[in-house]
């Protein structure tokens, strides 16, 4: 809540920070939520097909709008998995939406986020150039990414890999977000090296994670922490397995010196071995605005203007 105060007002009745006061409403207006909006680029192939069999699913559960965009294929062809792609994702869906077109699918994608904005994109995972069609998504835009390697029914059991600060923050949200719809549960991880197990670091973790389990509470997801010592490859694929989780959640890597974002190191390793478990890689709003300034300028301008 913000409010702002007359000159006169602050005069009569100072406030300090911290302080508390009642708060009266004269008038309200309650603005109906947007809801989640997904981008789904499909072709036709066995990945995408995965992508729509779980895109499918959460979108419903979640009431979500819903864009396929078609690429790959021309002409009736093209039609006809679009049609065969609607069925497929069947009704309960906010709104479905279909687009086709003859770019690649980089450029088709950074056309359709430009258009209008999406909270998450979701890409079939496994086809040759996925990772590097996968980096290329995560370079424009303010969307979050879904990668799905496999078919499975919705993710009933997330695994939410977070660090102490604001990016780890807006991990935990935007995956409460979206699984609050699913009826699934979260566990909050955080891996320490051994040169990090101190008890002052152990008690701040302990901290951050334990409000993370209370924000994903307050939306209704029912949620866990815990804390690891040791790699972090190893300690996060002991935690997938031993705890049976089938969402995998990671912050996205910061872009490099030239706007581009490389999935190597941790998140690399996962996005190439795991195979049988989907990916949301969450983009802070850090993350968003260093590469918007180290994007080069394309020649368009964007205005976009929102109200809350």
Same mark, same amino acid.
């Given at each position: 809540?913000? +409010?702002?105060?007359?000159?006169?007002?602050?005069?009569?009745?100072?406030?300090?920070?911290?302080?508390?006061?009642?708060?009266?409403?004269?008038?309200?207006?309650?603005?109906?939520?947007?809801?989640?909006?997904?981008?789904?680029?499909?072709?036709?192939?066995?990945?995408?097909?995965?992508?729509?069999?779980?895109?499918?699913?959460?979108?419903?559960?979640?009431?979500?709008?819903?864009?396929?965009?078609?690429?790959?294929?021309?002409?009736?062809?093209?039609?006809?998995?679009?049609?065969?792609?609607?069925?497929?994702?069947?009704?309960?869906?906010?709104?479905?939406?279909?687009?086709?077109?003859?770019?690649?699918?980089?450029?088709?994608?950074?056309?359709?986020?430009?258009?209008?904005?999406?909270?998450?994109?979701?890409?079939?995972?496994?086809?040759?150039?996925?990772?590097?069609?996968?980096?290329?998504?995560?370079?424009?835009?303010?969307?979050?990414?879904?990668?799905?390697?496999?078919?499975?029914?919705?993710?009933?059991?997330?695994?939410?890999?977070?660090?102490?600060?604001?990016?780890?923050?807006?991990?935990?949200?935007?995956?409460?977000?979206?699984?609050?719809?699913?009826?699934?549960?979260?566990?909050?991880?955080?891996?320490?090296?051994?040169?990090?197990?101190?008890?002052?670091?152990?008690?701040?973790?302990?901290?951050?994670?334990?409000?993370?389990?209370?924000?994903?509470?307050?939306?209704?997801?029912? +949620?866990?922490?815990?804390?690891?010592?040791?790699? +972090?490859?190893?300690?996060?694929?002991?935690?997938?397995?031993?705890?049976?989780?089938?969402?995998?959640?990671?912050?996205?890597?910061?872009?490099?010196?030239?706007?581009?974002?490389?999935?190597?190191?941790?998140?690399?390793?996962?996005?190439?071995?795991?195979?049988?478990?989907?990916?949301?890689?969450?983009?802070?709003?850090?993350?968003?605005?260093?590469?918007?300034?180290?994007?080069?300028?394309?020649?368009?301008?964007?205005?976009?203007?929102?109200?809350?």
């Amino acid at each position: 809540i913000e +409010a702002t105060r007359t000159q006169d007002q602050v005069g009569r009745l100072p406030l300090l920070p911290g302080q508390k006061v009642w708060v009266g409403i004269n008038r309200i207006h309650a603005l109906t939520h947007p809801g989640l909006r997904f981008l789904l680029p499909t072709d036709g192939s066995p990945p995408a097909q995965a992508a729509l069999v779980v895109a499918g699913q959460i979108a419903r559960l979640a009431h979500a709008r819903v864009t396929l965009l078609g690429y790959g294929l021309t002409g009736e062809a093209l039609q006809r998995h679009l049609q065969e792609a609607k069925e497929q994702m069947g009704s309960g869906l906010a709104a479905l939406d279909t687009r086709t077109t003859t770019l690649s699918p980089g450029e088709a994608i950074v056309q359709e986020v430009e258009r209008q904005p999406y909270d998450m994109v979701i890409l079939g995972l496994g086809a040759p150039g996925s990772v590097a069609l996968a980096e290329h998504v995560l370079q424009t835009g303010e969307h979050h990414l879904l990668l799905v390697p496999c078919s499975q029914p919705a993710p009933q059991n997330a695994l939410i890999c977070a660090a102490s600060g604001e990016p780890g923050k807006e991990d935990v949200l935007f995956t409460g977000r979206l699984i609050r719809h699913l009826g699934a549960e979260a566990k909050l991880l955080t891996v320490l090296s051994e040169a990090q197990d101190t008890p002052e670091i152990q008690e701040r973790v302990h901290r951050f994670l334990g409000h993370g389990v209370q924000t994903l509470e307050l939306i209704g997801v029912p +949620a866990k922490k815990v804390i690891r010592v040791g790699r +972090a490859r190893e300690q996060i694929l002991d935690e997938i397995k031993a705890g049976a989780h089938d969402l995998l959640v990671l912050g996205a890597p910061l872009p490099d010196i030239d706007g581009k974002v490389v999935l190597e190191g941790l998140v690399g390793h996962f996005v190439r071995t795991l195979n049988n478990c989907p990916m949301l890689i969450v983009r802070s709003s850090s993350q968003r605005n260093i590469s918007s300034l180290l994007s080069p300028f394309s020649g368009r301008v964007n205005i976009r203007k929102e109200v809350v």
